[in-house]
């Protein structure tokens, strides 16, 4: 998957194309002569019996008065074809930054101003040029996981779609569905009706034990970065994924890091709810008790350390041990490399989403009604970076002017170079 330079709809491309088509225009000179002068119609009759060379160099003569436009060509003459184009590319980037704000008590802040954040891009002082709170209308895909390996969980997934097209889409959204297992479909294109939604969720089949998570992911950040780009005096859409999905890959093509640093450029907000195999066995089997050495019960973000038990303890460990925000910038800039930990958690922290387990009291349900909550109360913040030039990874930094609250943002983007 080549994507080095794709940068999203965002983006700009401008190319400057070189053509010379020599004197095999003469062919097309016959009709546009005469019509220049009609003294030329007689002239081009004498001119017949010329050699060709002659020919040819009174033709070339002749284009300088000849109009503008294209030539007709005369049939069974061959054109000179024009040599290859050249291009360059002129990156004009758009960047829009989701930033969720929460006081120390956890609870969403909802009345700051655009004059409140301050966004650097590698350092530089950003100007903010456009500014919202909660109102863009969403562009939504889920990736939902239909494997066998959590069926006994598709019962609680299957009633999520009225609640995604009324807590997370709302109104104003759109909302396409992937499904995955091990391939890849695309089950329902984006639109804005609920039922539709709602019916789609609610007749997933059980798939294969396969696990494309990767690929599916991928295939989401297509469908987002496919929109067409708003009219103008249309609101800007806001890009989210929201992903539904067990822990595992299994023979995806995509790389993690690629899928991220396509999404960062697309402007692809990744929200994932992590679901648990272990679970979904002790759902199907009530009888049945794990060894000692097994995974307990419970959704975990994901395994920790090769050789330890994840509980909820180690869980919490890995989350407080582990820097996900530094595996988030390695996996974007090694996009190729393979990531074989904390995939779902850092899909979220490399995007500006969050990742949220399904164990014990917090549901599907739950989970979704929250993430819901948070897109509705986010502010989003759009500039165009002053050094829009410059390759390789771009670290962004979002403050406000009220140090007790907390922020998150998306931490950066990777420009690929020309050849990358």
Not at 156 to 183: C, H, N, Y
Not at 296 to 325: K, N, W, Y
Request: proline share 7%; net charge negative; with cysteine.
């Amino acid at each position: 998957m080549a994507r080095g330079n794709v940068f999203g709809p965002e983006c700009v491309e401008s190319s400057t194309r070189q053509a010379s088509e020599g004197l095999g225009r003469h062919a097309g000179f016959q009709a546009d002569c005469a019509s220049v002068n009609p003294a030329m119609g007689k002239l081009h009759h004498s001119l017949r019996l010329l050699p060709f060379a002659a020919l040819s160099l009174c033709a070339a003569t002749l284009y300088a008065q000849a109009p503008e436009g294209p030539m007709t060509p005369v049939p069974g003459v061959v054109i000179q074809q024009a040599p290859p184009e050249s291009k360059f590319k002129v990156q004009s980037i758009l960047v829009t930054v989701p930033v969720t704000v929460r006081n120390v008590n956890g609870e969403m802040v909802h009345n700051l101003e655009s004059k409140d954040f301050h966004v650097t891009d590698n350092g530089a002082e950003q100007r903010i040029t456009h500014f919202e709170m909660g109102g863009e209308p969403i562009s939504l895909v889920v990736v939902v996981e239909t494997s066998s390996r959590i069926s006994p969980l598709l019962p609680q997934i299957r009633k999520m779609g009225i609640l995604v097209s009324q807590q997370v889409t709302g109104p104003t959204g759109e909302t396409a569905i992937v499904g995955f297992d091990d391939t890849v479909q695309t089950l329902l294109d984006f639109t804005n009706n609920a039922d539709d939604v709602e019916r789609t969720m609610n007749h997933l089949k059980e798939g294969y034990s396969g696990s494309k998570l990767f690929d599916a992911m991928s295939k989401g950040v297509e469908l987002l970065t496919n929109r067409a780009a708003p009219k103008a005096g249309e609101p800007l859409r806001r890009r989210v994924m929201l992903v539904l999905s067990e822990a595992h890959d299994a023979e995806s093509e995509a790389k993690l890091g690629e899928v991220l640093r396509w999404a960062q450029l697309a402007n692809v907000t990744i929200y994932t709810v992590g679901l648990s195999s272990t679970r979904a066995d002790l759902q199907r089997k009530p009888d049945y008790h794990p060894p000692i050495s097994a995974t307990p019960e419970g959704t975990f973000g994901m395994p920790g350390p090769p050789g330890t038990v994840q509980t909820p303890t180690t869980d919490a460990q890995s989350r407080e041990g582990v820097d996900l925000l530094a595996l988030a910038v390695w996996a974007v800039q090694h996009a190729k490399d393979q990531v074989t930990s904390h995939e779902l958690e850092i899909a979220a922290v490399a995007t500006g989403g969050s990742h949220v387990s399904t164990w014990k009291g917090r549901s599907i349900e739950k989970v979704i009604d929250e993430i819901g909550g948070e897109l509705h109360s986010q502010y989003s913040l759009t500039y165009v970076p002053s050094d829009a030039d410059t390759s390789g990874y771009h670290e962004i930094k979002v403050g406000v002017d009220h140090p007790e609250l907390q922020v998150r943002a998306r931490p950066g983007y990777y420009l690929a170079g020309p050849e990358s």
